[in-house]
C-alpha cells in the first residue's frame, strides 16, 4: 500500500511582498510550520502557524499560542532547513516551502537544495512563489499551463534519456528522440506547454523543473 500523503506548508522568512499570494495559498486549516520571521508573513494574513522554527535573528521571538523551537544562532543549518527536518520527523511527505526565493542568493541557493534532501528523505517538496515554482522530476511527471514558461535542468547529477511530450520545443527541435541534459547545459530553458498537458521522463538522473511567470 502507498504511503499516505501527509501534507505540511512552510513559510520562510524572505523579504518578498507577497502576502496575498500567501493568503491565497494557505489557510490556517493547513499543518503550518515558520522558519523564523516567516511567522510575521503569517500572522499579517490572520493566520497562526502551529509551530515556529528560528534564532530568531531577523525577528523577535513572538509570544503568541503555537509551539515555538528556538535554535542557537551559530548553528550548522538554516532555519528553513531545521523546519523541513522538523516536518519530516513528524511524518510529513509532501511539503510546500513558501517565501523562500529572496534577495539573498546563497539562502536561496540553500532552500533549492532542500529540495535534493526530501527527495532522499522519500519526501516530496516544492518552493513557490507568485512568479515561480521549483521542484524536482525523477520519473514521469505531467505538468499544465500553471505557469507560462517552464525550463529543465541536470540537478546535481546528469541526467539521460529525456523526453517532452506536449511542449513546444521536444527532442524533435533537435533531431533526437530522446535528450541527454548534463549539469551545466542550458538549452532546455524557457519552454512552453503547447497543448493541455505536458508530459515530462527520463531513463536516469534528476531534472529540476522551474515553471515561471515573468
Known sequence: MANKIKKCI??????????????????D????????????????????PNAIV???DSSNQPNI???????????A???????????????????????????RMDHTYANMLILNYCR??????????????LSLITDKTEIYRDFDNFSLFAY????????????HYTAGFYNLEKLDIKQG?????????????CEIDLESGTLLLIESND
Open 77 to 103: 543549518y538554516c532555519d528553513t532547513f531545521e523546519s523541513v527536518n522538523l516536518a519530516i520527523e513528524r511524518g510529513f511527505n509532501d511539503i510546500t516551502i513558501y517565501n523562500a526565493i529572496g534577495n
Open 10 to 27: 512552510i513559510v520562510s522568512g524572505a523579504p518578498n511582498d507577497c502576502c496575498d499570494y500567501l493568503k491565497n495559498n494557505i489557510s
Open 156 to 167: 546535481l547529477e546528469d541526467c539521460k534519456g529525456v523526453t517532452i511530450k506536449g511542449a
Open 29 to 48: 486549516n493547513d499543518y503550518i510550520i515558520a522558519a523564523d520571521s516567516g511567522y510575521t508573513r503569517l500572522m499579517s494574513i490572520g493566520i497562526t
Open 54 to 56: 528560528g534564532d530568531f
Open 185 to 197: 547545459d542550458m538549452f532546455a530553458v524557457s519552454n512552453y506547454v503547447d497543448s493541455d498537458k
Open 65 to 75: 499560542d503555537c509551539e515555538i523551537i528556538k535554535l542557537p544562532c551559530e548553528k
Open 120 to 133: 532522499e528523505k522519500g519526501a516530496i517538496c516544492r518552493i513557490c512563489d507568485e512568479h515561480n515554482r
